[in-house]
């Protein structure tokens, strides 16, 4: 009974967010309604029981996304004085591209099915424990080729950022 009060709370904080980096004149506070918006996703998480993944979304898009976009948008120095009015083709084909998205989405939820998902709190998919179970068992080959892979991109990043002593 509260986790249901608990959802509605974080989902009107979740769309108060995004509803927010939309509004907000500054890109600064744009930025950081975002990193809200992103912590109530990790709380869905959690009510879903998936910690691995509301604390794997915490790291990578609260903590080190949200990083960047703060230093871009410090970097940039965007003004309003800095802003060129758009012109009027560009707004057409934003509104028919939204259009688009929106019938792509009812024509996707027309034939969903809520009944599949009676409680998804019992489902124990989304712990560690499984989770590493499924990744070492299932998927071991992918998951030490992306290793290799992320090791040799750490290289080439030394490699490239290493200055020539001579």
């Not at 989902?11 to 990193?35: D, E, N, R």
């Not at 609260?62 to 004085?81: D, K, R, S």
């Not at 998205?101 to 998919?125: A, M, S």
């Amino acid at each position: 009974m509260l986790s249901k009060y608990i959802f509605y709370f974080l989902s009107s904080v979740a769309i108060y967010a995004a509803l927010m980096v939309l509004i907000s004149k500054k890109p600064i506070h744009s930025v950081l309604y975002l990193t809200l918006a992103f912590f109530a996703i990790a709380g869905h998480y959690i009510l879903l029981n998936a910690q691995f993944l509301a604390v794997v979304h915490i790291i990578v898009y609260a903590g080190a996304i949200m990083v960047l976009f703060l230093f871009t948008v410090m970097l940039l120095n965007l003004n309003i004085e800095g802003e060129f009015p758009k012109k009027n083709i560009i707004k057409f084909a934003a509104v028919i591209v939204g259009g688009l998205i929106l019938i792509t989405l009812i024509g996707t939820f027309r034939t969903y099915d809520l009944e599949i998902i009676k409680n998804p709190t019992l489902n124990q998919i989304g712990l560690v424990k499984n989770l590493g179970k499924v990744l070492f068992k299932e998927y071991l080959l992918p998951f030490e080729l992306c290793s290799i892979l992320f090791l040799a991109a750490m290289v080439g990043a030394v490699m490239l950022g290493k200055k020539d002593i001579q």
